[in-house]
């Protein structure tokens, strides 16, 4: 069972407009949403990430929306540029346990086009 | 400040035999844990050390173990090799004492099995 889904596998986007990749979640104990970026043969990169208690988190040219009642985040970027051509990850966490757990989506590859 | 730092980039294996793979996290961190990425699969976290102790583990068979030091540094070993196992293995760090914070990740490990 997939908790965190992001249903888009690719996006093209050209460069200086606005690229949006979503997230979707199941796990209503999931409190705290991040994002990540990867390219081939690195590491994740952390991008932003927002706390269950706000709506909205801006940082430069990111932006991530968090939509409780549907279980939904998005990431936007603008304007895109092709140094954004990546797999962005969306991630989720949730209390209690103690213990720190990130569960992952399978990634969105993001194509900006020059 | 020193990020995740990962040994070795690259392993190639033969089934049945076993592997350890080496991760030293950002300093003061106290949080390590483990992904496996696989194509199609995206991150699933294999387990999370703190102070030395497992807190929490993925579903992921026993013969994927790991245990931390005194120092923080982690070690994951998977025994009896399967060709399902090749994978990118990624280690992240984290200031986690409860409060929401992100990971920090590592280059990962590539490893292969023939």
């Known amino acids: 069972d997939q908790q965190v889904k992001q249903n888009s596998p690719s996006l093209s986007v050209q460069e200086g407009r606005i690229s949006i990749l979503n997230c979707d979640y199941t796990?209503?104990?999931?409190?705290?949403f991040l994002w990540y970026k990867k390219y081939p043969a690195e590491g994740p990169t952390f991008l932003i990430s927002?706390?269950?208690?706000?709506d909205k988190n801006e940082d430069g040219r990111f932006t991530v929306f968090l939509n409780k009642s549907a279980k939904h985040l998005s990431l936007h970027i603008v304007p895109s540029q092709p140094g954004d051509s990546a797999v962005y990850f969306c991630?989720?966490?949730?209390?209690?346990?103690?213990?720190?757990?990130?569960?992952f989506g399978k990634g969105t590859k993001l194509s900006v086009i020059p | 400040k020193a990020g995740v730092t990962q040994t070795p980039r690259y392993l190639i294996k033969t089934r049945g035999q076993q592997v350890t793979l080496s991760c030293s996290p950002i300093?003061?961190?106290?949080?390590v844990s483990w992904y496996q990425q696989t194509p199609g699969q995206g991150l699933q976290f294999l387990f999370e050390?703190?102070?030395?102790?497992?807190?929490n583990k993925g579903n992921f068979p026993g013969r994927f173990s790991g245990r931390q030091f005194s120092n923080s540094r982690s070690e994951m070993n998977v025994s009896t090799l399967e060709l399902g196992d090749s994978a990118l293995y990624l280690c992240?760090?984290?200031?986690?004492?409860?409060?929401?914070?992100?990971?920090?990740f590592g280059q990962g490990t590539r490893l292969t099995v023939v």
């Open positions: 992240a760090s984290s200031s986690w004492t409860g409060a929401n914070t992100e990971a920090f």
């Open positions: 796990n209503s104990m999931f409190d705290y």
């Open positions: 927002i706390s269950s208690i706000k």
């Open positions: 991630a989720a966490s949730a209390p209690g346990a103690g213990s720190y757990q990130l569960t």
């Open positions: 300093s003061g961190h106290r949080s």
């Open positions: 050390y703190f102070s030395e102790t497992q807190r």
